[in-house]
């Protein structure tokens, strides 16, 4: 008597008990990292951190399957378009009433500040990473 299911490996079920372990790594990283400053142990906790992240990308690197299909790509791409879109926007919109506040006197905090130059920064980037990418593909 044949059978007619397919020997081998069942791959989706590994590609999630990569990425299972690939974040749990992390998870464990971010806990060790915020217990670790708890008690006042920064460098343990920075070493159990970079620990985690190296698993991370050990198992990212090593395994065996391919992690992330198509689907996956897609949906970051969609999800990448659209924080773009946000930020910017909110970029556009703050960032020029900015020195119109600071005219009428309200001086805005630090953290607003250094939240739109870090935005800034970001779109600095993304425009480099644009015009390098057309330049040399």
């Known amino acids: 008597m044949t059978t007619n ?6 791959l989706p079920s590994k590609r999630r008990k990569y990425r299972y ?3 749990g790594c992390l998870a464990v990283g971010i806990a060790g990292y915020l217990l670790g400053l708890q008690v006042e142990m ?4 920075l070493a159990v951190y970079w620990a985690a992240f190296l ?3 050990g198992i990212q690197r090593g395994s065996s399957v391919t992690i992330y299909d198509e689907r996956h790509h897609a949906l970051e ?24 506040l600071s005219a009428a006197g309200y001086e805005p905090p630090t953290l607003v500040l250094g939240a739109l130059y870090g935005y800034a ?4 980037l993304l425009g480099a990473f644009c015009i390098g990418m057309r330049c040399w593909k």
């Open 55 to 57: 698993g991370f990308l």
């Open 77 to 100: 791409r969609k999800a990448a378009k659209r924080t773009i879109g946000v930020v910017g926007a909110v970029l556009i919109l703050v960032g020029p009433a900015l020195p119109a």
């Open 42 to 45: 920064p460098l343990a906790a």
């Open 121 to 124: 920064a970001m779109f600095f």
């Open 5 to 10: 299911a397919a020997q081998g490996t069942n």
């Open 21 to 23: 372990a690939m974040y």
